[in-house]
């Protein structure tokens, strides 16, 4: 029969570009989120994190900005190259209790 | 550090018989947490300890499932019986608390159950 799963959102773009992944995130009283990387056959992979007391966190080729009005996360990452190729999870903490979102996959064309 | 370790990477089974994973977390990570992956799924929760005691296992599936953590260096994660529908990917990830620079998750185990 046919196999129902997580329809993952799927970003594609060319070796060299600028990524944008979006993440809507549930909970006004999250106040830590953290991007995490999953590649193939591997674990989650901590990225970047960012608290509630800021907008905009900058790492390696990676910014992450928050817009609380909106609940709305982003990961921007820079000059992508084709080791970027994964899905991306966004998390929030409220508390004790942490939500991960579904993922995008992202897919660097060469 | 090696980060967590999980064991077995991957184990095959037949339904009905018992299954037991295994994670050793990051020295001084108060926190572990024992997630399931699927594709229908995603990330889900299934039980958390703090300082080797349960605090959350509202995720645990159904009463085959079982999870310990004996000391500050080790947890298991059993399944009995075993039933197809367990098939999945299980990560076992440690964490210093919240807030406090996220989860170090293990490469997990990958369990199918025939």
């Known amino acids: 029969g046919e196999s129902v799963g997580l329809h993952l959102p799927t970003l594609s773009v060319q070796e060299g570009d600028n990524s944008i992944i979006n993440c809507a995130y549930s909970?006004?009283?999250?106040?830590?989120f953290i991007w995490y990387k999953q590649e193939s056959g591997k674990g989650p992979q901590f990225i970047i994190d960012?608290?509630?007391?800021?907008d905009k966190r900058q790492g390696q080729r990676v910014t992450v900005l928050l817009n609380k009005t909106v609940k709305h996360l982003s990961l921007q990452i820079a000059a992508t190259q084709p080791g970027d190729s994964a899905v991306y999870f966004c998390?929030?903490?409220?508390?004790?209790?942490?939500?991960f979102g579904a993922g995008t996959r992202l897919f660097v064309k060469a | 550090d090696a980060g967590v370790i999980q064991s077995p990477r991957h184990e095959v089974t037949e339904m009905g018989q018992e299954v037991t994973l295994r994670c050793k977390p990051i020295?001084?990570?108060?926190?572990l947490f024992w997630y399931r992956q699927t594709m229908m799924r995603g990330l889900e929760l299934l039980i958390y300890?703090?300082?080797?005691?349960?605090?959350?296992d509202s995720g645990m599936p159904e009463d085959r499932f079982s999870a310990k953590m004996p000391n500050a260096s080790f947890s298991t994660l059993k399944i009995q019986p075993s039933e197809p529908r367990d098939s999945a990917v299980y990560f076992c990830?440690?964490?210093?608390?919240?807030?406090?620079?996220?989860?170090?998750f293990g490469s997990g185990t990958r369990l199918t159950v025939v």
């Open positions: 990830a440690s964490s210093l608390g919240p807030g406090q620079g996220g989860y170090t």
């Open positions: 300890f703090n300082n080797n005691v349960p605090i959350d």
């Open positions: 909970n006004s009283a999250s106040d830590y």
């Open positions: 998390a929030e903490t409220g508390g004790f209790k942490t939500i």
């Open positions: 960012i608290r509630s007391n800021m």
């Open positions: 020295s001084g990570h108060d926190y």
